[in-house]
């Protein structure tokens, strides 16, 4: 049972245009959200997170809005780069003791310049 | 600050072997998590250790244990390797309370021939 689903697998964007990957959840208990970026060869860096008392958080180039009534996320990353090419995880969390992080499968970025 | 570190980078190990992969954590972080980074399968949470004792553990069989030490590194150990162990094993550590927070190694490359 997936409680945190990327379905697309991949995107492709041009240089300079909006990137924006979506994560969908089924707990109702997540309370926090974030967004990994991974490259080959090197573990998930973490980019931006939102609480689930928030429905938007903004970092640079990075937006992640959270609709809760859908069950809904999404990462906007504007203007795309090329070095923004990567695999990009949601992940969320619950407030409940002793939980980890569920993680999404990934969506893989690329950006053409 | 240095981050998280694993070793060893690759380890190939033949069916029915046992394998130990190590993390040392970022100074001040006492809570190791372990995920496995399986091919298509995002990151499966596996372990969570914090101040030496271990407060979850996801949906793998006991052949997959750890433990954390006194100064909060962590070892991993597969038993009785399958070939379906194959993956990129990522370790992760957070300051204590924050799980949300999570900085990821650059993983240990396990092939199981």
């Known amino acids: 049972d997936q409680q945190v689903k990327q379905n697309s697998p991949s995107l492709s964007v041009q240089e300079g245009r909006i990137s924006i990957l979506n994560c969908d959840y089924t707990?109702?208990?997540?309370?926090?959200f974030l967004w990994y970026k991974k490259y080959p060869a090197e573990g998930p860096t973490f980019l931006i997170s939102?609480?689930?008392?928030?429905d938007k958080n903004e970092d640079g180039r990075f937006t992640v809005f959270l609709n809760k009534s859908a069950k809904h996320l999404s990462l906007h990353i504007v203007p795309s780069q090329p070095g923004d090419s990567a695999v990009y995880f949601c992940?969320?969390?619950?407030?409940?003791?002793?939980?980890?992080?569920?993680f999404g499968k990934g969506t893989t970025l690329s950006v053409s310049s | 600050e240095a981050g998280v570190t694993q070793s060893p980078t690759h380890l190939i190990k033949t069916r029915g072997q046992q394998a130990t992969l190590r993390c040392s954590p970022i100074?001040?972080?006492?809570?190791v998590y372990w995920y496995q980074q399986a091919l298509g399968l995002g990151l499966q949470f596996l372990l969570w250790?914090?101040?030496?004792?271990?407060?979850n553990r996801g949906n793998f069989p006991p052949r997959f244990s750890g433990r954390q030490f006194p100064n909060y590194s962590s070892e991993l150990n597969v038993n009785a390797l399958e070939l379906e162990d194959s993956a990129l094993y990522l370790c992760?550590?957070?300051?204590?309370?924050?799980?949300?927070?999570?900085?990821f190694g650059p993983g240990t490359r396990l092939t199981v021939t």
């Open positions: 992760a550590s957070s300051r204590v309370g924050k799980s949300y927070e999570q900085y």
């Open positions: 707990n109702s208990m997540f309370d926090y």
């Open positions: 939102i609480s689930s008392i928030k």
């Open positions: 992940a969320a969390e619950t407030n409940q003791a002793g939980t980890a992080l569920i």
């Open positions: 100074s001040g972080h006492t809570s």
């Open positions: 250790y914090d101040e030496g004792e271990e407060r």
